[in-house]
């Protein structure tokens, strides 16, 4: 099969039989033609607005109001950017680690280029659990709850404990749910084992006053879980409701 293979490459699959061998592969050729046509379309929206520094002092470019470029205006690149983190495609602080210090950054001039920091949405829900800390003297819990033998349950609840804590919410692991303090609880295991014992635990645990059931994993169709946790899912609403709803009660 070594030896044939190029044979039925050449002979069969015609492979050998281009036009231009040395005119490259057609698509990478056309997203260079793309960029270079966005690019010089961008410099001479530049250049109709006054040039960079007009077009920096007059906020269009920091708005977005520039020629669209890939499918994104210029003032959606801070939007983008943010999405991977939102989705914890990034890894985020989390609750035991020292927030760093830093000088702060000089006030912004007028008009430019916005200032996005990438982490600014994780920072406002570690504020308000700053502020709940420091109102209460204890952070907003969720009781993890383990289902079946570790190695079932092991990487689920390390998931969401990690997610948790990236919005403030501290974990909590030992003991029972009604020691824990916390309101809410959230299951960890298989996809096997949510099939045989999910609906019962999320049950008990309401019975024991729960008042919201997280399922880490995709969405299902469990009786008594409320919202699901999941590699992908937007971690930052997920936080925000959480948050609202802890602070409400």
């Known amino acids: 099969m070594a030896r044939n293979t190029s044979t039925i490459l050449v002979e069969e699959s015609h492979l ?12 990478v050729e056309r997203l260079t033609d793309e960029l270079a046509r966005a690019g010089w379309e961008f410099f001479r929206w530049i250049e109709r607005a006054g040039g960079q520094a007009a077009a920096l002092r ?12 890939g499918g994104v205006r210029s003032g959606a690149a801070g939007e983008s950017g943010a999405e991977p983190i939102h989705r914890r495609q990034r890894v985020s602080r989390i609750l035991a680690e020292k927030p760093v210090v830093r000088v702060s950054a000089p006030e912004a001039r007028s008009g430019g280029l916005p200032r996005v920091r990438r982490d600014e949405a994780y920072e406002a ?9 420091a109102a209460t003297g204890a952070r907003p819990r969720i009781f993890l709850v383990p289902i079946g033998p570790a190695a079932a349950h092991t990487a689920r609840l390390t998931f969401a404990a990690n997610l948790f804590q990236a919005g403030g919410v501290e974990p909590v692991t030992e003991g029972s749910f009604e020691d824990s ?10 996809d096997a084992l949510y099939e045989e ?10 019975a024991a006053g729960a008042s919201h059931v997280f399922l880490a994993g995709r969405p299902g169709q469990y009786t ?8 992908g899912c937007d971690a930052v609403a ?3 409701a959480t948050l609202d709803r802890m602070e409400a009660s």
């Not at 231009?20 to 592969?25: K, L, M, Q, R």
């Not at 829900?125 to 800390?133: I, K, M, T």
């Not at 303090?181 to 298989?190: D, F, I, K, T």
């Not at 014992?197 to 309401?206: K, S």
């Open 224 to 231: 008594g879980v409320d919202s699901y946790v999941y590699a």
């Open 58 to 69: 007059s906020g269009d470019l920091g708005a977005g109001a520039g020629p669209r470029r």
């Open 181 to 190: 303090g916390a309101s809410e609880v959230c299951l960890c295991s298989s």
């Open 238 to 240: 997920v936080l925000s």
């Open 16 to 27: 050998a039989r281009v036009i231009d061998p040395a005119g490259g592969s057609w698509y």
């Open 197 to 206: 014992q999910a609906e019962t635990v999320a049950a008990e645990l309401r």
């Open 125 to 133: 829900l570690r504020a308000r659990s700053d502020a709940r800390l």
